[in-house]
């Protein structure tokens, strides 16, 4: 391993005091004139928060834009989704919050795997967010008196998060949408829906435009571009069963990668506690309950190992409180990543509540008791009915069942302080980068920084990397680069229609989210993961020759698209299964048993691991190349988190 | 309205008889095609029991069932079907992939189309085309405001009734079940909705007035009449209230009055 940084994976953050770092760099960046702004070409993939606010963004500025969606309309991206809310240094309740405070709060949180500059330039820009959704018309949560209500998220100790009741990553991503539609109605914006990027495509050293795939006729299409951004969201469906919609994929970043773009840490996954567990084996996805339900809810399992009697019929002598009895300071509350763990022991160990004993009870009989019904009706009455309308079961009566399930993903394409990734011309935003959450994010921070990359980053960043390259010839889509790509992927998508074996696209997911799930979740071991990488490489040649795709290529086939991601999360599950074996620490959202503390709690080695990982595709995931970008912290100083 | 029949916690569901829309392309005609389902565990939600069909389909070496889905947890507003003749199925205000099937009971038939409207062309098999509402929102759905010159967003006080009223307007998710209930195949809740959220807030009225013209005109370019029969409400899973047309329709011929006036003027 070598401490060298590796000159393509400078991270060109400037040089100063970490408040200044952002005005100098705008200060001292290139422009491009007004006019000569729609002679330019600016691709933007994904229409999600970071990509429409982005793509809004840059066409108002004057740039030529092409989006694209693999969605029927933008408004449907999984930010869509978002429950608890936003962040912001606003400190409109006077507690104490500041930009230094969240740049902090997000540094410490991420367990010190985030670079500095990026961090605390996305704290600078958080207050602009509010002002702007705020103007477009977001219908934010307000106090009487008609300001904005604010309040505090994820153990958090200042109340800084916006909210739009449960819905905010609905209300954010209407507003970022219609910012666009309007574009769009204007000409500034030409909206390609339906249609999944397949390749990237580099010619002299550049990133020079993408291929496409039209979903509803199967024709492959080059676009040439200036630049290229990729908006395309997380990988979390890499574990089949996750809070992830369905159609959310590795597909766009994993080609870039494929290409060129280095992959960052992408063992840095998030595993979010309080989800509904699995109730049959048909089960497609997983169904995230607000973490707010921990200020009241009781985890508890039966003393007795396999106790199928009914909750009500356990006697308090029977009962474990896990979170009480091993964090008794913070009880109920202990972080995302402990509590997840302390519940995956409990069910390892054969103390799992619920039908397929796969649970640990939250139970708010104590809080009924104490507060009575109608306190805990208006605090949480609309989670009590989603929750009984997917389970089926009361909650008012019988403890809510819950359990640990991928959330989000920390890691993605690495890029610089421009978040341009290692392929000059291409850049990546929102949860497809891998920058500024470390290893851990925090609650209402993906949000964040979604519209920080796309209204108040990248508009920036990349004229000043556009503006040298004012009339000069870009290549067209005539390139025979382009045409290649375009066979590549026309024979990938016969390919997959060819075999015509035996297992559907969605049997070979299960079965590489099961092996994914086991050895690279919660917790990881050397042993376990060595287990994952000598299953999956067998995997994957049984996919490859017993995959059955039925239909054909040239109408709407879901099967065929399937296949495609499918393929594209075999070779990511491999790299994350390598990367999270390299990283001989636990730290965050990775916890390696190895390395924990007496207590079971994560060792963080900075010594040897305070480096972001950079891997390079060589042909296979199986021998990539790991490069690294040493993290140096001018201003925070490295510590140990605690939450005994 | 009555709560359709819950089956008992647990149980399995047997021998059901899915009644499917198949149809090949846009301009291809259709049919139904029956399927049977064996067994299925009342916790599997609807869409789930569509995939366990797909499944068996491609296992029989058959095509499988094109239908639109994301989130499945009733906010993307991608799920769209009609189920036993009713947008979004027997649930009140619960989107098709919130549907669980202990809302069913053994050895029924389910009828399962694609919305029917004319503004929502068939794509294939229960996929349907639904950019006609991008196109009221691109007309005006918006307030204009190009990032950057945004003041502080504690200057514009909002009161909590006006608020509280804009969000449940703003809740809409786009699913279109109101137009597939209309039997004109109107979109006058959808397009209210958009109207409604954004003309009750402060930062909405610069536009108030041209976006409500807009947007209806749009709207009527695509889209069937409203005769006030009021199957969108009862069909709508974020139960928007249909108020919000009544709304429209006032800013609507304000809108239309006042450029009357204006054009006399000038
Ligand atoms: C249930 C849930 C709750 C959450 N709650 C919160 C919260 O309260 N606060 C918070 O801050 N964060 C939350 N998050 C995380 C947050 O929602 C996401 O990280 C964030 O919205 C991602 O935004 P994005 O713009 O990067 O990507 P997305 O919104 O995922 O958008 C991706 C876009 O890329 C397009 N796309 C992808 N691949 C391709 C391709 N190959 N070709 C063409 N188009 C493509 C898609 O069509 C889509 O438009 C939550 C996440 C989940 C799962
Ligand atoms: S108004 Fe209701 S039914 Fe109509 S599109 Fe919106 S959410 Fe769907
Ligand atoms: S799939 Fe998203 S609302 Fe039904």
């Known amino acids: 391993m070598s401490t060298i940084t590796d000159p393509r994976l400078a991270s060109k953050v400037p040089a100063g005091a970490i408040g200044d770092k952002w005005s100098t760099y705008r200060e001292d960046m290139k422009l491009v004139n007004p006019n000569n702004k729609r002679k330019f070409k600016i691709i933007v993939v994904g229409t999600g928060l970071a990509g429409a606010s982005a793509a809004a963004t840059l066409a108002e500025l004057g740039y030529q834009v092409d989006a694209f969606t693999f969605h029927d309309s933008p408004r449907r991206a999984h930010s869509i989704a978002a429950q608890g809310g936003i962040n912001a240094a606003k400190n409109y309740h006077g507690d104490g919050d500041s930009v230094y405070r969240l740049f902090y709060d997000t540094i410490k949180g991420g367990d010190f795997r985030a670079r500095e500059g990026n961090v605390h330039r996305l704290a600078e820009v958080s207050v602009e967010i509010i002002d702007q959704m705020v103007a477009q018309g977001v219908p934010f949560a307000r106090e009487y008196g008609g300001l904005l209500d604010n309040r505090s998220f994820g153990g958090s100790q200042v109340s800084r998060t916006f909210y739009a009741r449960g819905q905010t990553g609905q209300q954010l991503l209407l507003g970022a949408y219609q910012q666009l539609a309007r574009q769009i109605g204007l000409g500034g914006v030409t909206l390609y829906n339906r249609t999944e990027l397949v390749d990237t495509v580099n010619i002299d050293g550049r990133c020079a435009g993408i291929v496409v795939r039209d979903l509803l006729t199967g024709e492959l299409q080059s676009h040439a571009a200036h630049a290229v951004v990729l908006a395309t969201g997380g990988y979390g469906n890499v574990f089949f069963l996750s809070t992830n919609a369905m159609q959310c994929n590795v597909t766009a970043a994993w080609r870039a990668h494929r290409k060129g773009a280095m992959f960052a840490n992408p063992c840095y996954t998030q595993i979010h506690p309080t989800c509904i567990p699995q109730s049959d084996p048909t089960q497609s996805k997983l169904t995230l309950m607000s973490e707010s339900l921990r200020n009241d809810g009781r985890v508890w399992v039966p003393l007795n190992v396999a106790d199928a009697r009914p909750a009500a019929q356990i006697p308090e002598s029977e009962r474990d409180y896990i979170l009480e009895r091993l964090y008794p300071s913070f009880g109920n509350l202990a972080p995302r990543d402990i509590a997840s763990r302390a519940a995956k022991r409990a069910v390892d160990s054969g103390h799992g509540v619920g039908p397929l004993q796969n649970g640990v009870n939250l139970d708010f009989a104590a809080a009924i008791g104490r507060l009575g019904k109608d306190v805990v009706q208006e605090r949480y009455g609309n989670l009590f009915e989603m929750y009984e309308r997917i389970s089926g079961e009361n909650p008012y009566e019988t403890p809510m069942r819950i359990y640990p399930a991928s959330h989000y993903t920390m890691g993605g394409l690495w890029v610089d302080y421009e978040l341009q990734t290692t392929v000059p011309g291409l850049y990546a935003a929102g949860e497809a980068n891998f920058s500024d959450h470390g290893a851990n994010r925090l609650g209402a921070s993906a949000l964040m920084q979604g519209l920080a990359d796309g209204y108040f980053v990248l508009p920036y960043t990349i004229g000043n990397e556009l503006a040298p390259m004012l009339n000069k010839p870009t290549p067209g889509v005539d390139h025979p680069a382009f045409k290649q790509a375009e066979q590549d992927a026309r024979d990938r998508y016969n390919q997959y229609l060819g075999i015509k074996g035996t297992r559907s696209p969605d049997w070979f997911h299960r079965e590489l989210g099961r092996i994914i799930w086991d050895y690279c979740g919660m917790e990881r071991t050397e042993q376990g993961l060595e287990k994952a990488l000598s299953e999956l490489p067998s995997l994957y040649e049984e996919f490859q020759k017993d995959l059955r795709v039925t239909g054909d290529g040239v109408s709407v086939n879901q099967t065929l698209e399937k296949a495609g991601r499918v393929d594209d999360f075999f070779q990511l599950g491999m790299l994350m299964c390598r990367d999270a074996l390299e990283r001989r620490e636990s730290c965050g959202g990775h916890f390696r048993s190895e390395y924990q503390d007496d207590e079971g709690e994560a060792k963080r080695d900075d010594e040897n691991f305070a480096h972001v990982a950079a891997w390079e595709w060589n042909g296979d995931p199986m021998s990539s190349i790991r490069n690294i970008e040493p993290l140096e912290f001018e201003t925070v100083h490295l510590a140990t988190r605690s939450y005994k | ?266």
């Open chain 2, 1 to 266: 309205m009555i709560e359709p029949h819950e089956t008992p916690h647990g149980t399995q569901l047997t021998n059901l008889t899915l009644t499917v829309w198949r149809q090949k392309g846009p301009n291809d005609g259709g049919a139904f095609e029956s399927y049977r389902i064996d067994s299925i565990s009342d916790e599997a939600s609807f869409l789930e029991m569509l995939d366990v069909l797909n499944e068996k389909l491609i296992g029989e070496g058959r095509e499988a069932v094109t239908f639109d889905h994301d989130c499945r947890e009733g906010i993307c507003g991608t799920c769209s079907l009609m189920i036993d003749g009713q947008a979004h199925g027997p649930q009140r205000g619960t989107a098709t992939c919130q549907l669980h099937m202990r809302k069913f009971e053994s050895n029924a038939t389910i009828v399962i189309e694609p919305w029917r409207a004319t503004a929502f062309p068939i794509i294939k098999d229960l996929m349907v085309d639904r950019s006609a509402f991008d196109r009221i929102i691109e007309s005006g759905g918006y307030i204009t405001a190009p990032t950057g010159g945004a003041p502080d967003a504690n200057l514009i006080p909002v009161a909590k009734p006006a608020a509280d009223a804009a969000m449940d307007a703003a809740q809409c998710i786009g699913c279109g079940a109101c137009v597939a209930a209309c039997p004109n195949g109107a979109a006058n809740l959808f397009t209210a909705a958009k109207v409604a959220h954004l003309n009750l807030l402060p930062q909405g009225q610069a536009e108030r007035y041209s976006r409500a013209e807009a947007m209806v005109e749009t709207m009527d370019e695509y889209f069937g009449s409203c005769t006030n029969h009021g199957e969108c409400e009862a069909a709508c899973p974020k139960e928007i209230s249909i108020d919000v047309i009544a709304l429209m329709n006032k800013d609507y011929r304000k809108a239309k009055f006042a450029n009357r006036k204006e054009l006399a003027r000038s």
